[in-house]
């Protein structure tokens, strides 16, 4: 059965109109005779939207109860069952109920798409995994309900739902995103117009990269190398040398002057593994280049040019920039630079050779090849054609009337010819310009001249010493590139292995481990896919992580495989050498581990973090049963003595506990929304002094001369603050007053309230628990302490605004109500 298509519609902000979009989608696929189906769709109570909803065939929707409330979710057996072609399906990043099979929304939309249904969805941009931490910075709301990116990723289809700030701000104001009561903390909080510019700017970078993936796509299935310059991206190449910050920051410059440029990085190492790069002159590069917003590659090619040039292709390239060479002018004289070849094969792509200390070499800093390296098919061809060239002229130079040299002297010459193919080529080319040799040295040097026939024994002799010494050479350079070739396999075998095994232990993430594994082997595309664990008529795979190009979602679409374990395996695009095989399988099997190992600490932090829910839950019950016994108490003695107002009043207070068991619930439930800002100490003080009434005793305040903005939650800070002062109050003794002491420590705002005894037993109270979980959830702390003299005080620490943004009045060192 073919899988189905995942459309979705991706906005900045609530109220873009994503719903509104899916059900017109909806609309006009019915129309064309498709079989659609609403699986879910919250309107959230706006006409337009449900309006667009009337006619569509909708599905009832599954009730869930937990913990005694009732929750409505979208019934996935009914839409399974009723199999139509295409399926709407509301909030793709939701958290299901417990106990509605499926966690989240999009593993029920998975089991659509495995069934061969096309699902129509929504999302949001604050709910991508990737952007949570940035979403919090810029709104102050930390978004509890995440979507992997990968889930996205995958998408067939995602369309942009945009509107200006200006307009969705105004249709805020007419009601058509939140009922009355929720318009003017919207306005003023999330859906400010800054808020707003940078939510939709990280939707639109988003989108971008999907769409340059899909490019990338695009290019690889179709063959293009050529360039296409969509976006500019630059290239610097790095050797390892001291000359790698000067190009690093020169790159970084090149791409800051375009919006919107990448910035890669490129070492390549040599594939016999031998390389005279400094590592730890690499890692202090590398950090450069990341905090300089680019990316760190490396990759492996017997030339570093092809390498350069491949990498360049694969990525899109724009511009690519290297240093001037460091060689020595009679170097260059005897082999182009790299630079040079490097702009010889660019095609359109721009090479800038930058010039830097290190580029004045000397003359005779000439670099030798490397003895050490093994001689592949490429050095065999060199040094058969080099033998091919050099032999004839060797011999018409040898030939030359004057000065003329013996038998002997020709044989030196000749033997100096064959060694050096030996050296180049290995043993066949050696043997080949020996025996050429001989037989040149025979016709032209040995009597009788211009014949292959040897008069004297003395030269015949010499002509065959001469051929058993140039093969005696040649083999023994032959097995020492052989030996060669297994020790740099060896070491770069190890170097891969260490390479990946550090980059583990430094705790980075798996999809970075995969890129590191593709780069090493220079695949085009590689995923660590894993089988879900249920049966089903056919495996279904999932992409634990993946790199590259369009790479592989299934087992059988990859070019090669390694699995790891019955339900993990590592699937790759690109072509791979057998002898790699092996270490490709080490490679997959330290991913395994890394995989198993995220695996098991996600398990455990969940353990954990039931383990101190049931506690907290357990300790809260606690306090709850204790303030419920008290107040209640309190209502059946004031009803003993016919005092109703004081009853009312414990009532009153009995009900506030099981309002904060609530407010607690949906606290740790992530259902509760902060709306963090700079909030003023007068408004603040004003306000938690008139929510305690006129019967309150008297509070002693003291402020700083200056004293900054809190950044956090108005409302929520109050409504602390007051029942803090409240639980002061009850407890204070007549005459000592509780005191509330505000202070200014290191960028921060330091709340302390003071007064009344019973310490224990109030650290414990649902008030400090309820006010302490609001205070950390507003990035403050709250701690409880009782001094030598049983005085209680409560302790509060919010970060505090900048001086310049407050210009308030001095406040005098005591005031009272």
Same mark, same amino acid.
């Given at each position: ?34 079989? /659609? ?22 599905? &009832? ?149 999907? #769409? ?23 290239? #610097? ?159 018409? #130079? ?110 980075? *993430? ?26 089903? &008529?056919?495996?279904?795979?999932? /992409? ?168 956090? *939650? ?98 005098? &060192?005591?005031?009272?109500?």
């Amino acid at each position: 059965m073919a899988r189905g298509r995942l459309q979705i519609y991706l906005g900045a902000a609530p109220g873009v109109g994503k719903t509104y979009a899916m059900l017109e989608e909806g609309r006009r696929l019915r129309t064309s005779g498709t079989d /659609v189906v609403a699986g879910f769709v919250e309107p959230h109570g706006r006409r337009p939207t449900a309006a667009m909803a009337e006619g569509l065939e909708t599905l &009832p929707r599954r009730t869930v109860t937990h913990r005694g409330a009732e929750f409505t979710e979208m019934d996935l057996g009914a839409v399974l069952a009723r199999r139509p072609q295409v399926a709407l399906v509301d909030e793709f990043a939701h958290t299901n109920a417990p106990g509605d099979g499926n966690g989240k929304r999009w593993q029920d939309v998975e089991e659509l798409l495995d069934a061969g249904i096309d699902v129509i969805t929504t999302l949001n941009v604050q709910h991508l995994e990737s952007l949570n931490d940035v979403v919090r910075q810029i709104t102050g709301v930390r978004q509890r309900e995440t979507l992997p990116d990968e889930v996205a990723r995958r998408a067939d289809q995602i369309e942009l739902v945009d509107l200006p700030p200006e307009v969705l701000r105004r249709r805020l104001a007419h009601g058509d995103i939140y009922p009355p009561d929720r318009i003017e903390a919207a306005l003023t909080h999330y859906f400010r117009v800054g808020n707003l510019i940078a939510l939709r700017e990280l939707a639109l970078l988003w989108l971008a990269d999907r #769409v340059e993936e899909g490019l990338q796509r695009y290019r690889a299935e179709h063959g293009i190398a050529i360039p296409w310059e969509t976006r500019e991206r630059i290239m #610097v190449g790095l050797t390892g040398g001291p000359e790698g910050e000067t190009l690093i920051r020169r790159a970084a410059r090149i791409a800051a002057r375009t919006p919107g440029s990448e910035l890669l990085a490129l070492h390549v190492v040599p594939v016999d593994g031998l390389t005279h790069a400094d590592p730890a002159a690499l890692a202090a590069q590398r950090t450069l280049v990341e905090s300089l917003g680019g990316t760190y590659h490396q990759t492996t090619g017997e030339s570093v040019v092809e390498a350069l040039l491949q990498f360049a292709q694969a990525e899109n390239v724009t511009q690519i920039v290297l240093g001037a060479s460091r060689r020595g002018r009679l170097s260059l004289l005897l082999d182009t630079g790299v630079g040079h070849r490097t702009i010889r094969g660019s095609g359109p792509i721009d090479v800038h050779v930058i010039t830097h200390e290190a580029a004045a070499g000397s003359a005779f800093t000439t670099r030798l090849p490397h003895p050490g390296r093994g001689m592949g098919p490429r050095r065999f061809w060199s040094a058969a054609v080099g033998a091919t060239l050099l032999l004839p002229v060797l011999t018409l #130079v040898l030939t030359a009337p004057v000065p003329r040299l013996g038998l002997s002297g020709v044989l030196l010459v000749y033997l100096l010819a064959a060694v050096g193919t030996a050296l180049a080529g290995g043993l066949v080319p050696a043997l080949a310009a020996a025996l050429a040799a001989a037989l040149l040295a025979d016709y032209y040097f040995t009597a009788p001249l211009h014949s292959l026939r040897v008069e004297h024994g003395g030269d015949a002799l010499a002509l065959a010493s001469f051929v058993i010494a140039a093969i005696l050479v040649g083999a023994a350079a032959d097995a020492a590139a052989r030996h060669t070739r297994q020790a740099v396999r060896a070491t770069w075998e190890a170097r891969v292995l260490n390479r990946l095994a550090t980059a583990m232990m430094h705790g980075q *993430d798996l999809p970075s481990l995969v890129e590191q594994v593709r780069e090493s082997f220079g695949l085009t595309g590689v995923s660590l896919l894993e089988r879900a664990p249920e049966t089903a &008529p056919g495996p279904r795979w999932y /992409v634990v992580a993946s790199s590259g190009a369009h790479p592989p979602e299934h087992p059988f679409e990859a070019d090669v495989e390694s699995p790891v374990s019955d339900t993990l395996t590592l699937a790759a695009r690109g072509v791979l050498a057998t002898h790699d095989q092996r270490i490709l399988g080490a490679c997959a099997a330290q991913l395994g581990m890394a995989h198993l190992h995220g695996t098991l600490a996600r398990h455990a932090a969940a353990t954990d973090t039931f383990a101190d829910a049931e506690r907290t839950r357990a300790s809260l019950i606690r306090a709850a049963d204790r303030d419920l016994r008290e107040r209640l108490r309190a209502a059946e003695e004031a009803l003993a003595r016919q005092d109703t107002g004081a009853a009312r009043t414990s009532v009153h207070r009995a009900a506030q506990v099981v309002a904060d068991l609530a407010d607690l619930d949906r606290l740790q439930g992530g259902a509760l929304d902060l709306y963090l800002r700079p909030v003023g100490l007068d408004e603040l003080l004003i306000a938690v002094l008139d929510d305690l009434g006129p019967g309150g005793r008297t509070i002693q305040v003291r402020l700083p001369e200056q004293a900054p903005d809190v950044i956090a *939650d108005g409302a929520l800070l109050t409504r602390v603050l007051t029942a803090l002062a409240a639980d002061a109050l009850v407890h204070s003794q007549a005459g000592r007053p509780p005191t509330l002491t505000v202070e200014v420590l290191d960028g921060r705002l330091r709340i302390r309230l003071t007064g009344g005894a019973g310490g224990a037993r109030r650290a414990d109270s649902l008030t400090l628990r309820l006010s302490q979980d609001l205070t950390e959830a507003m990035g403050g702390t709250l701690e409880p302490t009782c001094d030598d003299g049983r005085l209680f005080s409560v302790t509060l620490t919010l970060p505090a605004a900048a001086m310049d943004s407050c210009p308030h009045p001095a406040q005098s &060192p005591d005031r009272r109500k």
